[in-house]
């Protein structure tokens, strides 16, 4: 539990910060402290939906509000087992306090000017995923920005979207390497250090059979929409541009 000191500190914070999740340094140590957020309802959400439904990809589901309760149970279940995740101090049903889990990789990532090392900070990324992965474990929302960077080695954040509830160990496994290929796609830019196919070459022939066999399934059901969209990729958003970007390096890793 923290302190009374600390207690106080972060409820001054809180009455006047404005996001959702903000920072504080007290005594020496930084605290990272996350609100209740609202349910999220973006389009991307009803298109992912409704894919899902259609198509029988429970992969696809969006994540279910997260809850900070779920989100603390992830979190202490992975730093028990020794995973490179923030502290829980306290959880309550409105507000989530965790000790310092490093820097965002996305701030490294658009700080950085050299495509070879971004794309070895990238990597970093997908290898602890994968070992995540075999060791039976999952994220539940892989994209690049739920990962962090401390001490020269990469970690993970915001667990809220963990609870994947009706999917199975190879459905969340494989949800996590489309998600973070997915997100992946804005740093693809430059032709003399290509990301999006080696990676998705990686994650592949780093995953297990049974995960492998997921990603074909979603693959192969995907194909129809995939066709139907690619001949307006140009005038499509941005979702549907990453969403093509994405499957292509997919199909040419399955296809190896």
Same mark, same amino acid.
């Given at each position: 539990?923290?302190?009374?000191?600390?207690? &106080?500190?972060?409820?001054?914070?809180? &009455?006047?910060?404005?996001?959702?999740?903000?920072?504080?340094?007290?005594?020496?140590?930084?605290?990272?402290?996350?609100?209740?957020?609202?349910?999220?309802l973006r389009s991307s959400l009803?298109?992912?939906?409704?894919l899902a439904l259609v198509f029988g990809l429970d992969a696809l589901k969006p994540a279910r509000s997260g809850r900070l309760a779920d989100e603390a149970a992830a979190l202490r279940h992975l730093h028990a087992g020794g995973w490179p995740v923030p502290e829980v101090i306290t959880a309550t049903p409105n507000r989530l306090v965790l000790g310092d889990g490093g820097s965002g990789i996305e701030n490294l990532l658009n700080a950085e000017p050299d495509a070879a090392r971004r794309r070895a900070l990238i990597e970093a990324c997908a290898d602890l995923l994968l070992r995540l992965h075999a060791a039976g474990e999952w994220h539940g929302g892989a994209q690049i920005r739920n990962f962090s960077w401390r001490d020269g080695a990469p970690g993970l954040l915001d667990l809220e979207d963990h609870d994947l509830p009706g999917m199975n160990l190879a459905e969340r496994q494989a949800r996590d390497c489309l998600l973070l290929l997915?997100?992946?796609?804005?740093?693809?830019?430059?032709?003399?250090?290509?990301?999006?196919?080696?990676? &998705?070459?990686?994650? !592949?022939?780093? &995953?297990?059979?049974? !995960?492998r066999a997921e990603i074909a399934r979603l693959h192969r059901r995907l194909g129809a929409p995939i066709r139907l969209a690619r001949p307006f990729a140009h005038k499509a958003g941005r979702d549907v541009r990453q969403a093509l970007a994405a499957e292509a390096a997919l199909g040419a890793a399955l296809a190896q």
């Open positions: 539990m923290p302190s009374a000191e600390l207690t &106080a500190a972060i409820e001054r914070l809180a &009455a006047t910060a404005r996001a959702r999740v903000f920072c504080l340094d007290f005594e020496g140590r930084r605290y990272w402290v996350k609100r209740q957020g609202q349910p999220r009803l298109m992912q939906r409704i997915y997100s992946l796609t804005r740093y693809d830019k430059n032709p003399a250090v290509p990301l999006l196919a080696p990676l &998705a070459q990686r994650l !592949v022939q780093g &995953a297990s059979p049974a !995960v």
